[in-house]
């Protein structure tokens, strides 16, 4: 197990004015305060300039400006990541696949999960579209995920859950998981070459 706390990034994904979405990232973010086994990080994909178009950088050399070199160097740095998205018209926002091409091996060999959150479906069409997304990236998503219904009325604006289904054991067992997969990977990064 490693001794230190792994980096994970929370990016919240979506940048539609008016979103339930960052009640429901103030939400992960204190429910992470529990597991000291994560150092971590937040990308807020409407407060980072990412462009409309991949022509301004080279995701596959590396070469980024402007909000995406930022993004790359909160990705590049994390083991781990958890992704906040709603569910928009059956799929996930454009911003969010905008930024999953913007960045390449930043992805690669780390561990992932998702929360997602929406109206009767809770996002979860959402969810399974950015796991044949990342597959490609090379990521590991764990299993377990998170999938909220009615957000607006289960969290505060300030991230407190008033729901009243208890959230903290599905929590525990989606960080659990991810927690194993990004220490598994982090230690296969650092003693083995990614195969071509």
Same mark, same amino acid.
């Given at each position: 197990?490693?001794?230190?706390?792994?980096?994970?990034?929370?990016?919240?994904?979506?940048?539609?004015?008016?979103?339930?979405?960052?009640?429901?990232?103030?939400?992960?973010?204190?429910?992470?305060?529990?597991?000291?086994?994560?150092?971590?990080?937040?990308?807020?994909?409407?407060?980072?300039?990412?462009?409309?178009? !991949?022509?301004? $950088?080279?995701? +596959?050399? %590396? *070469?980024?400006?402007? =909000?995406?070199?930022?993004?790359?160097?909160?990705? &590049?740095?994390?083991?781990?990541?958890?992704?906040?998205?709603?569910?928009?018209?059956?799929?996930?926002?454009?911003?969010?696949?905008?930024?999953?091409?913007?960045?390449?091996?930043?992805?690669?060999?780390?561990?992932?999960?998702?929360?997602?959150?929406?109206?009767?479906?809770?996002?979860?069409?959402?969810?399974?579209?950015?796991?044949?997304?990342?597959?490609? !990236?090379?990521? $590991?998503?764990? +299993?377990? %995920? *998170?999938?909220?219904? =009615?957000?607006?009325?289960?969290?505060?604006?300030? &991230?407190?859950?008033?729901?009243?289904?208890?959230?903290?054991?599905?929590?525990?067992?989606?960080?659990?998981?991810?927690?194993?997969?990004?220490?598994?990977?982090?230690?296969?990064?650092?003693?083995?070459?990614?195969?071509?």
């Amino acid at each position: 197990m490693s001794q230190k706390p792994l980096n994970l990034l929370v990016i919240l994904g979506s940048n539609r004015p008016g979103r339930i979405g960052e009640r429901v990232g103030q939400w992960v973010l204190k429910s992470l305060e529990g597991f000291p086994e994560f150092k971590v990080d937040f990308a807020d994909l409407a407060h980072m300039d990412l462009g409309l178009s !991949l022509s301004a $950088h080279h995701p +596959r050399t %590396g *070469i980024y400006e402007g =909000g995406v070199k930022e993004l790359a160097s909160k990705l &590049g740095a994390a083991d781990a990541f958890i992704i906040v998205t709603p569910e928009y018209n059956h799929g996930y926002p454009a911003i969010l696949k905008h930024s999953i091409d913007s960045v390449y091996a930043e992805w690669f060999a780390k561990a992932g999960a998702i929360v997602s959150y929406g109206a009767a479906s809770a996002g979860l069409r959402a969810s399974e579209q950015i796991r044949q997304v990342l597959a490609e !990236l090379r990521t $590991h998503i764990t +299993r377990n %995920g *998170i999938a909220i219904s =009615g957000a607006s009325q289960k969290i505060k604006e300030d &991230g407190t859950w008033i729901g009243t289904d208890d959230m903290g054991p599905a929590f525990k067992s989606v960080v659990d998981e991810l927690f194993w997969w990004a220490n598994a990977l982090k230690v296969a990064r650092e003693t083995t070459a990614y195969p071509a």
